[in-house]
């Protein structure tokens, strides 16, 4: 018995270490490739041998094709106001399906869940036209706004299963007291969805900065760029040209937003859960 | 005759039958409203509609496609202006009918405090509607009239008109021999690589977490950090440095790993079905840490009683598994599960980053490893088939559709099963 623990916990111990390997690795190896002096792959080990900083320093000089502090700022500022426009309109619509009956609630659920089924590139053409069209070229509020858009359906959903787990009882015994339906709304059914909310405020924050095919589609000139983008070009400008540049910039862009995500990790999962299954 | 229907009757000029109901102050509001919204919006509805039904007849004064635009927005408003014109009935109705019975009609002051307290929900989710209408159904909706007409490069504005041609470029998808071997390659592949790229990372991440959740196991913490970073980097960021890594002549895994170990390079980026390995290999790395962080939350919700009585009916470690906890697991991560899958199906960034779908296949307009969302993109952006993209936008939203309307109705068996 005590061998076949011993095999046990020795096989999982080696899966795992493998896993690790595998996970660790190309991390560090973007890490090494940061450091390495020269531009293209074929030279970068994984500890570099003249270990230099010139490709973080390239980052900042504000060249015209690698304005890098400007990509960072709009990624930034889209993400923001995403996040800030998502949890406001989801939280809103999400607060008067779960605690409202009110004539078309039923369809506007349907229509919600249709709308979360069809992928929001459906209208990648109409929004590569349009914007050409009206010169919306280049314009983030539109692409904050559809990105707000994007995520109402799916999230609205989301926050409603997990605030009609929130007891009604408490809506009314403060409804009693003469409280206003605002007034419930923000102290007692917001703080209650903290965790949900963080969730939907993080898929708000993090939603534009994994976006790449409609920034794509509207954002054509370099100073407008999101990090996405813009590091995608500098990779495929010259294929392995700037690879140690690009590695640099994933470096500066990744390590706090994988903070957060450790962070927030918790959150994420007990909020998912609970208002999935409840949906 | 009744009042109720009079009043209705006069009602079909908005504000008329209130006035017959000598509810003279709404008659007015009623009857402002109608007016200036005839105003207003006349000139946009007469214009749209026409321009919708025909795209346009002379060049260069029409431009197809703004038309349509402006067609479509013509069809929303009417759609709002129906609806006023459904309440200013209603009202006319209901008050002519509290007049049959000679009960007092409800006065303009009660109306008003009426509409607020039942306002309130739609004030609330007043801006989210108003933003989905404009960001997501519009476009939807325009993108979908684009698939019946012929809009593509050589119909283009300002030098041509586009015109409707009804189900034309759906025959053609599937009568035209090199769209329909294209499509059907495409749309192989992407099934495929949904079912392959999903279940192998669903598999992976319950695997791992049943592994990490061994009661004597010891670096739990370190294991269970480990293992979420690949979800918490961008993923954009891993993609691109995987296409670095795998590059053909100068990525680390042909020039350190595989020939450390003896292997000759292979062609991941040039070779079709290697590029698939690849993409795969990568969506599990990529995709099995969320799925290892639910299992996770749910293993630790597991009551230890539930093992112990199995324990004591002499329950092997394999029977405990198979009968309590991937029943658990499944049960409670379902609809986790089955986002996988709808994600996966329309993961655009992997197929793009990672090789811009490619390897290309001379002669076809999509690349050797593109699913449908990818092939979609470059009809659009980079051959201008506008038409085309948007017949296979609407084939596809069907396809998503139907899978998951069929996955819901699953899903809510096995809630009430279990």
């Known amino acids: 018995m005590n061998k076949a ?91 008067a399906f779960s605690r409202f009956r009110f004539k078309g609630r039923q369809n506007a659920l349907t229509l919600f869940l249709l709308l979360q089924m069809i992928p929001q590139f459906s209208a990648l053409i109409a929004l590569f036209v349009l914007a050409q069209i009206l010169g919306m070229m280049n314009s983030h509020w539109l692409l904050i706004l559809l990105y707000i858009g994007g995520l109402i359906p799916l999230n609205t959903y989301l926050m409603k299963g997990y605030m009609d787990s929130i007891p009604m ?57 999101t990090l996405p983008i813009g590091l995608y070009n500098l990779v495929n400008d010259v294929m392995g040209a700037s690879f140690t540049t690009f590695a640099a910039g994933a470096i500066l862009i990744s390590i706090p937003i994988a903070i957060i995500f450790i962070l927030l990790q918790k959150n994420f999962v007990s909020g998912l859960t609970a208002g999935g299954t409840k949906g | 005759m009744q009042v109720r229907k009079i009043a209705l009757l006069l009602s079909i000029i908005p504000g008329i039958g209130q006035f017959y109901n000598k509810q003279w102050i709404k008659g007015l509001l009623f009857l402002g409203l109608a007016i200036s919204f005839v105003l207003v919006f006349g000139d946009l509805l007469n214009m749209g509609f026409w321009g919708l039904f025909t795209l346009g ?71 989210s509607l108003f933003i989905l209408i ?10 979908f009239a684009l698939a019946f ?27 035209v021999d090199i769209w329909r071997s294209t499509f059907f390659s495409v749309l192989g592949w992407t099934v495929i690589w949904t079912l392959v790229a999903s279940t192998f990372q669903v598999a992976l991440g319950i695997f791992m977490a049943v592994l990490v959740n061994q009661k004597d196991l010891r670096f739990k913490k370190f294991y269970r950090t480990v293992l979420v970073l690949p979800w918490a980097v961008p993923g954009f960021v891993t993609i691109l440095i995987f296409a670095g890594l795998f590059n053909d002549s100068f ?50 919700s597991i009551p230890d009683d539930l093992y112990e009585a199995a324990r004591i009916d002499g329950a092997s470690i394999f029977a405990q598994f198979r009968n309590i906890t991937m029943p658990m697991i499944l049960i409670a991560t379902s609809p986790v599960i089955i986002t996988q899958y709808t994600f996966n199906f329309n993961n655009f960034n992997i197929i793009y980053l990672f090789n811009g779908g490619g390897p290309s296949v001379p002669g076809s307009t999509a690349g050797g ?24 936008t609407i084939l596809l939203s069907v396809f998503v559709i139907a899978i998951a309307l069929w996955q819901f109705r699953r899903t809510d068996a096995f809630k009430e099963g279990a």
């Not at chain 2, 119909?155 to 009568?175: E, M, Q, R, Y």
């Open chain 2, 251 to 300: 990525g680390a895994i042909n020039n350190d790993i595989l020939s450390m170990m003896g292997i000759d390079a292979i062609p991941w980026l040039t070779d079709e079905n290697w590029t698939k390995v690849a993409l795969i290999l990568m969506q599990g790395w990529l995709g099995f840490p969320f799925i290892f962080l639910v299992t996770t939350g749910v293993l630790q």
């Open chain 1, 169 to 225: 009882d408490l809506d009314e015994s403060a409804k009693i007291d003469g409280a206003s339906n605002t007034r419930i709304f923000l102290q007692i059914i917001m703080p209650l969805s903290k965790p949900m909310i963080s969730v939907v405020a993080m898929t708000g924050f993090t939603g534009p900065l994994g976006d790449f095919i409609l920034a794509s589609t509207i954002l054509r000139s370099p100073e407008y760029y």
């Open chain 2, 369 to 392: 490893t593109d699913i449908l969302v990818s092939w979609i993109y470059k009809l659009t952006l980079q051959s201008s088939q506008y038409s085309l993209a948007a017949a296979l």
């Open chain 2, 134 to 143: 404009f960001a997501v159904i519009f476009p939807i909706l325009f993108s």
């Open chain 2, 149 to 175: 007409t012929n809009y593509d490069l050589y119909h283009s504005p300002p030098a041509n008109l586009a015109d409707w041609v009804g189900f034309d470029t759906f025959a053609k998808i599937f009568t």
């Open chain 1, 5 to 95: 623990k011993f095999f046990r916990l020795l096989a999982s111990h080696a899966i795992l270490i493998f896993m690790a390997v595998i996970i660790i690795y190309p991390l560090l190896w973007t890490v090494g490739a940061s450091f390495n002096p020269g531009n293209s792959l074929i030279s970068t080990t994984m500890i570099p041998q003249n270990p230099t900083l010139a490709h973080y320093r390239e980052l900042f000089a504000g060249s015209e094709s690698l304005q890098y502090v400007q990509w960072y700022l709009n990624s930034l500022k889209i993400s923001f106001f995403t996040m800030v426009g998502a949890v406001f309109c989801v939280s809103f619509t999400a607060y």
């Open chain 2, 57 to 127: 007849t002379e060049v260069p004064r029409d431009n197809s496609i703004f038309l349509l635009a402006e067609g479509l927005i013509a069809v929303i408003v009417t759609i709002f202006g129906l609806g006023f014109y459904y309440v200013n009935l209603k009202d006319a109705y209901k008050n002519g009918k509290l007049r049959d019975e000679n009960q007092p009609l409800s006065s303009l002051k009660r109306d008003y405090q009426n509409l607020l307290a039942n306002g309130y929900p739609y004030l609330i989710s007043g801006p």
